[in-house]
Structure formats: structure tokens, C-alpha cells
């Protein structure tokens, strides 16, 4: 039962921490006692068959029994990888067949930018200046194919029909 227990809180409560960028170890024992420890002063985190032994960066190593421990949680995400992506996202240029000789770009920054297309083999098919309160882009001469647009250091892959 005890080693569901600790494969129980390596599970649930770990993998908090490689999925998010954690700020405190909260540790709550059984008197009611809660005690926040700093996650980025701990080097390493390990159990041993009774205890929870934490490993400072200073040196210090602090062990705790893990009967005396009621819960453990992580708290203070201040920026996840979740976050991350949705930003990341959120500020991706898109670009988009629009009609016969047109393409529409989404989420270009305020201003004019240069877009440049290259063909999949790398030749330059079409430069031209795009301005965000304008996102139709005229490209005439551009066949079937698949292409790469770059705007803004941004690379995007597009098909024409």
C-alpha cells in the first residue's frame, strides 16, 4: 500500500512539474501544519522507502516522513507550456487561398511588411509589400503547387488549388 502511495504522489503530483514551470512545493502535514518550499532551490527531489528527501542547491539535504505528510501540491504557475503555445499561436501569421489569384494573410502585426514566397524548391516565386489593413495579397502568375511564404522572420507552408 505504501509504494502505491509513493508511485501515487510521482504520478499525480511530479508530473505537475515537467509539465509546468512550478514556483512552490506545498507540504501539508498531518497536524495541519502547511509549509511552502521554493521549487527552484531544490536540486532534487527523491523517496526512500519511509522518507521524502529533498536536496537543496546549497548542499543541504532535508528528509521529511512521508507518514507525517498528509498532501503535497504545486502551485504558482507563472508562465506553463500551455501559455507558451497559446501565445505562440495566438501570434502565428497564417496564410490562406482566397481566390484564383489571391491569398489572405491573418495576424499580421500593424504596419507594412515584406512577404517573399518561394516555390518547394526553394526559387523565389513573388516578393511584395503587405500592409495589415489590406491582408488580400494579389499573386498573379503563382501556380498549383506548394509554397512558402516568409513575413516577419515567420515561415508558413501554403497550398494553391
Known sequence: MK?????????????????????????????????SVGVASI???????????????NGNVESLDMLSIRKITFSGSPLGIADVIGTAKANKIAV????????????????????????????????SVVDSGSPAVPVNGIGKGVYIAVINNQTVKFVMP
Open 96 to 127: 490562406f487561398f482566397h481566390s484564383e489569384n489571391q491569398l489572405l494573410i491573418n495576424n499580421l502585426p500593424d504596419g507594412k511588411h515584406q512577404l517573399s514566397i518561394y516555390s518547394i524548391t526553394g526559387v523565389l516565386v513573388h516578393r
Open 3 to 35: 509504494q502505491f502511495f509513493y508511485l501515487a504522489i510521482l504520478l499525480f503530483g511530479f508530473a505537475t512539474v515537467s509539465v509546468q514551470a512550478q514556483v512552490s512545493m506545498n507540504i501539508l502535514d498531518w497536524s495541519g501544519e502547511n509549509r
Open 43 to 57: 536540486d532534487k527531489i527523491t523517496f526512500t522507502e519511509d522518507d521524502l528527501v529533498m536536496n537543496y542547491n
